[in-house]
């Protein structure tokens, strides 16, 4: 029996976070802003419901900031709150918010300075 010679293939997360880079160039953005999200209270919920009660305090912090007609938040941010499973997320979070032309904001993960 011949053995098949291994295929040389990217890994899946480089397929995506490609797929992601792309796709946050290609946004056309008409307003930029940094935010520090504080994600406090949501250690005030249960353990089992704390890391998706993140992502919804981040996404309703851009609603009430931003006005946006739709959030798209990105996988990179939604890695880092879940990093830590589900009932250990960030106490706070410093996010990038763009808004295209369309009223999407889409929201990153802010790069650290320095």
Known sequence: M????????KPVEEKTEEAEEEAASRIEVVEERVYTVPLGDVWRAPRPIR???????IRSFIQRHMKPEEVKIDGKLNEFVWRRSIEKPPRRV??????DKDGVVWVFLAEKAG
Do not use: D, Q
């Open 94 to 99: 410093r996010i990038k918010a763009a808004k």
């Open 51 to 57: 890391t998706p009660r993140a992502i919804r305090e």
């Open 2 to 9: 011949a053995e098949e010679p291994e295929k040389a293939e």
